[in-house]
T-cell receptor, first 112, second 114 residues
Framework: KNQVEQSPQSLIILEGKNCTLQ??????????LRWYKQDTGRGPVSLTI?????NTKSNGRYTATLDADTKQSSLHITASQLSDSASYIC???????????FGPGTRLSVLP | ETGVTQSPTHLIKTRGQQVTLRCSSQ?????VSWYQQALGQGPQFIFQ???????GRGNFPPRFSGLQFPNYSSELNVNALELDDSALYLC?????????????FGDGTRLSIL
């Protein structure tokens, strides 16, 4: 069964600190892996997209990694800001983009 | 700003009724995907349309149906509404029907079933 798991479920950090969110998947055939940020009451916003051959991709303070062998990905946030408070969702695209499997998300709270 | 707009923003229906949700894609995007997001959970893929044809479907019953129009705007229709259909419905547009293209999401329609 195609599945995406994320950990931790929620995370609280202080402003300025770094954090790493995890994503494990069992999706086949794998097409690509995406990380999204979703603010409360808004639609998700794309952070990174990685294909099978890419093992790291950055977008400002966000850096995603992908290990296609172990089927794991991580999203690292450096120098966190209050505006980083949101849900971060890992999504794996299967069947050449004709199916998208979403993880449940990690709820990040950044405190002053 | 994503350029994807959805209407209405909120809607209340009763069990057994039918509903139509609308999505206007970002300019130039010919692919649209629809998702259901229950409270506190990640979105679930409903289906995708590319150039007016269904291009992929998730694990949703046939009472969930869609349309994509020549201007690439889209509708999601749900018949025989059930209480579990209460959720945020998101649409996302992208370019070219290719899996590696980024998706741009609207802010969703909040559907409540009484």
């Amino acid at each position: 069964k195609n599945q995406v798991e994320q950990s931790p479920q929620s995370l609280i950090i202080l402003e300025g600190k770094n954090c790493t969110l995890q994503c494990n998947y069992t999706v086949s055939p794998f097409s690509n892996l995406r990380w999204y940020k979703q603010d409360t009451g808004r639609g998700p916003v794309s952070l990174t997209i990685m294909t099978f051959s890419e093992n790291t991709k950055s977008n400002g303070r966000y850096t995603a990694t992908l290990d296609a062998d172990t089927k794991q990905s991580s999203l690292h946030i450096t120098a966190s800001q209050l505006s980083d408070s949101a849900s971060y969702i890992c999504v794996v695209s299967a069947n050449y983009g004709q199916n998208f499997v979403f993880g449940p998300g990690t709820r990040l709270s950044v405190l002053p | 700003e994503t350029g994807v707009t959805q209407s209405p923003t909120h809607l209340i229906k009763t069990r057994g009724q039918q509903v139509t949700l609308r999505c206007s894609s970002q300019s130039g995007h010919n692919t649209v995907s629809w998702y259901q997001q229950a409270l506190g959970q990640g979105p679930q893929f409903i289906f995708q349309y590319y150039r007016e044809e269904e291009n992929g479907r998730g694990n949703f019953p046939p009472r969930f149906s869609g349309l994509q129009f020549p201007n690439y705007s889209s509708e999601l229709n749900v018949n025989a509404l059930e209480l579990d259909d209460s959720a945020l419905y998101l649409c996302a547009s992208s370019l070219g029907g290719q899996s590696s293209q980024p998706q741009h999401f609207g802010d969703g329609t909040r559907l409540s079933i009484l």
